[in-house]
């Protein structure tokens, strides 16, 4: 070999080399396997899963994985090789993911997924007909460094009403029962919480898969946080109905889905010559409490930091005095309480509530110091933050509510690259990621929140002007519970929100505001109502009192005996001032015996009626003994 040629292979090979040594790291291996079942044979179809399954296939290939293997409508038997399949590609990738839409059911603890042709006409078929979690688990066991499945099979399950139960004891949950991956970097994402359902939404894809195709493949991003924000975007779309769980753990490092995308090459920026003070009144914020304050200015008496360090100071000595004050308000509230029931003399009730009132007067003051305290000591963050970031970087770091810099949704449009690096830089950064919290411009702003709503709710409930569920939604029976609190405590706190100051002074209340009020048939007893029940010959009035009940009065009559019998009274008539005349001689007749009974009187006395006669009234007077009566024979 000459000369010549031995330098020109030597160069070659020397470019060869430089070649390798600017390409990157090996890139990882990713494969993925999409499943989506919406054709069942034996109930109703379901609408989105293909759609869903299509969606995050076409994200996982734009992403650039190795392997995209979609499948839709299989049945079990096709499941069962698609999953063989899968197993073998995943033995020697990196990152390995399974996503499943479709129906999913929970038989005594366990999980399985259903394909298309299940019929599942008894609890013990699911064995057969279904396959399990643990089956797509051992699919991805190969995987090196991630193994990932997300379910979107939480859906209210038809085969779980119409299957006849073999064991009465065998359970079938609700959704998907809990489970914990015995194998290390594993994590196992459910569209909703174990033992709920999920929704399939109104539109073309369900809640959960609109989120996951929106932050699982974004370049950079730890897995972890990206169903973090897929769990808070389901929530706000489903008015907090739905909630996604991740069951799982993996190390410290960050594991993205995509690698971040490289970026420009950025020039050092120049060093601050307080670096040292930022980075101890980082540590010193980071622990938050007033001792590492109190340390941090002692040993930096002056300058810039310093005085960030004493408004901090400042924030979390009106937190102490606001805590101070409330719990003096509400001792101070019960010992007034006391007083009006033990029936205290006016005089000492009298100190009593006005020491109550102070006390709260002091209390609303500590409140109102400690939101100035916390405004300044967020605009001083806030200042800081824009000083020290620099001009490319504006934007990329947010002031939360604790004061500290960046928040979880700045720090996911990060770039690999824009990571800070280093022992010194890892302390910034952790500072800076247990940061989350709204913005500084919306403090000062009063927050309606779902956790504080519930919570005046709940107080409202104790002290009696409640008597729905604490539900988290301000509605129209809230804002009359909170109007009857006013009428009843003499307060005025706006009805129409539900408001921190509100519920402090609910919470100083250590008994009943509300009068309890019961239904008719019913009294107030203590806490609770109570049936009136009313003593013997007593009934319960209109006006839910117990009335004794009016006895009859009785009817005077006089016993027959008594009575003159009317014969004798025709027998006597009265005497009347006439002149005198003959009477005939009265003609004596054997009286016969007679079925009825009766007796017919005349002036020659009184007899009974014969056979075959009756009585006839023929008109006349008592004056001749007959009283008008007379015997008629036919």
């Known amino acids: ?89 995943s033995r020697d990738a990196d990152i390995a993911v399974v996503y499943y839409a479709g129906h999913g059911m929970e038989v005594d603890g366990t999980n399985y997924l259903i394909p298309v042709d299940a019929k599942l006409e008894r609890d013990t078929d699911v064995y057969d007909e279904a396959f399990s979690l643990d089956r797509v688990l051992l699919a991805i066991e190969p995987a090196k460094r991630l193994r990932l499945v997300i379910l979107d099979a939480c859906r209210d399950n038809p085969f779980a009403k119409s299957m006849k139960r073999t064991l009465a004891s065998r359970a079938i949950g609700q959704g998907l029962a809990k489970v914990e991956p015995s194998s290390p970097n594993m994590l196992i994402a459910y569209s909703a919480k174990a033992g709920s359902t999920a929704a399939d939404g109104d539109g073309k894809n369900s809640p959960f898969t609109v989120a996951l195709s929106k932050y699982l493949t974004t370049p950079g ?51 601050n010559p307080q670096a040292e003070a930022r980075r101890d009144y980082e540590l010193a914020l980071q622990v938050g409490n007033k001792d590492a304050l109190s340390a941090f200015v002692a040993q930096y008496p002056d300058g810039f930091y310093a005085n960030l360090a004493k408004i901090q100071l400042g924030k979390l000595a009106a937190e102490e005095a606001r805590l101070a004050a409330t719990e003096k308000a509400r001792l101070a509230e019960q010992e007034r309480a006391r ?155 706006d009805v129409k929100v539900a408001s921190v100051d509100a519920l402090d002074a609910i919470k100083l209340k250590p008994a009943r505001v509300c009068p309890l009020i019961c239904q008719h048939g019913f009294e107030a007893d203590g806490d609770h109502c109570s049936k009136i029940v009313c003593g013997e010959g007593s009934f319960l009035n209109d006006a839910n009192e117990c009335e004794k009940r009016r006895a009859k009065t009785p009817t005077a009559r006089r016993d027959r005996d008594e009575r003159p019998d009317r014969s004798e009274r025709l027998a006597r008539p009265e005497p009347l001032d006439l002149p ?34 009756r009585i006839d009234y023929q008109g006349g007077s008592p004056r001749n003994g007959s009283g008008g009566n007379e015997e008629v024979c036919n």
């Open 1 to 89: 070999m000459n000369t010549h040629r031995y330098l020109k292979l030597r160069k070659i090979f020397l470019a060869a080399a430089l070649l390798l040594m600017c390409q990157p790291a090996w890139a990882e291996k990713r494969v993925a396997l999409v499943l989506g079942n919406s054709a069942y044979q034996n109930v109703a179809q379901l609408p989105n899963p293909v759609n869903d399954g299509a969606i995050i296939a076409a994200k996982l290939r734009e992403a650039g994985f190795d392997v995209v293997d979609s499948r839709h409508d299989l049945p079990a038997s096709e499941t069962r090789r698609a999953l063989r399949d899968f197993a073998d590609r």
């Open 339 to 493: 007083l009006a029931a033990e029936g205290t003399q006016k005089a000492q009730l009298k100190a009593a509530e006005a020491d109550a009132k102070a006390a709260e007067q002091a209390r609303i003051a500590a409140e109102k110091a400690k939101q100035v305290a916390q405004e300044k000591a967020t605009e001083a963050e806030r200042k800081r933050v824009a000083t020290e970031t620099p001009a490319t970087d504006k934007g990329s770091e947010i002031i939360t509510a604790a004061g500290n810099p960046a928040s979880d949704r700045a720090a996911a449009s990060q770039s690999a690259a824009e990571k800070p690096q280093g022992k010194k830089a890892e302390k910034a950064a952790n500072v800076a990621a247990l940061s989350a919290g709204p913005p500084p411009a919306e403090l000062a702003k009063p927050m309606q929140t779902a956790e504080l709503t519930k919570s005046v709710q709940t107080e409202l409930r104790r002290v009696g002007c409640l008597g729905g569920d604490a539900n988290g939604e301000w509605n129209a029976t809230s804002q009359r519970s909170m109007a009857l609190f006013n009428r009843n405590a003499k307060t005025k706190f």
């Open 580 to 613: 005198a005349r003959p009477r005939p001689a009265p003609e004596v007749r054997v009286s016969r015996p007679q079925a009825s009974g009766q007796i017919v009187c005349d002036a020659g006395g009184c007899r009974p009626v014969r056979r075959g006669c």
């Open 221 to 271: 991003l730890d897995v972890r946080r990206a169903f973090g924000f897929v769990r808070d975007d389901v929530l706000k779309n489903t008015s907090n109905r739905q909630e996604p769980f991740v069951y799982g753990s993996l190390g410290g490092e960050d594991v993205p889905l995509v690698p971040a995308r490289p970026s420009a090459s950025v020039p050092a920026p120049a060093p």
